[in-house]
Each structure stands twice: as C-alpha cells, then as structure tokens.
C-alpha cells in the first residue's frame, strides 16, 4: 500500500524564533491519511519542505510495505 499523494502547506506567518509551521499529508492506496507536522527552520522554504516531505514519502512506503508483509506472515 504505497503512498499515492502527498502535500504540505506552510504557514504564512513565522513564529518567534522565524521558523514556519508546516503539515504534511500523506495518503496511501487504502485511503488513510498519515500527517504530520513540525516547525520548518528558519531561512528555509517550499524547497526544503518539499524534500522533507518526499523523504517521508520513501520511509513511508518502506513502512507501509514492511507492515503490510508482517499482516501476511500473521495471517499465513
């Protein structure tokens, strides 16, 4: 069950320390949305966040994949 879309919003505004609040949204072939949030560092933009978020897309899929081999072997 990979990840089959994925998005990130960043908000407009910075907080105190000029980091930006981002949440990312990943949805796999069942349906089910996995997010995820976290402060982007200041001085970084759409680029880095966007690379955050296709990191998480390959963890993800790993993830997802090793679950889903363990659902088999349980009901093996």
């Keep these: 069950?990979?990840?089959?879309?994925?998005q990130n919003t960043?908000?407009?505004?910075?907080?105190a320390d000029g980091s930006h609040y981002v949440i990312?949204?990943?949805?796999d072939s069942t349906g089910r949305v996995h997010?995820?949030?976290y402060n982007l560092p200041a001085g970084q933009?759409?680029?880095e966040a966007d690379a955050f978020m296709?990191?998480?897309v390959a963890g993800l899929d790993v993830?997802?994949?090793?679950?889903?081999f363990e659902g088999a072997l349980d009901g093996a």
């Excluded at 069950?1 to 994925?6: A, E, K």
């Design 10 to 15: 960043i908000d407009a505004h910075a907080q």
């Design 35 to 37: 997010s995820f949030q």
């Design 45 to 47: 933009g759409a680029t």
């Design 54 to 56: 296709n990191a998480r």
């Design 63 to 68: 993830h997802l994949a090793d679950s889903e």
């Design 24 to 27: 990312e949204t990943h949805t």
């Design 1 to 6: 069950m990979p990840i089959t879309s994925s």
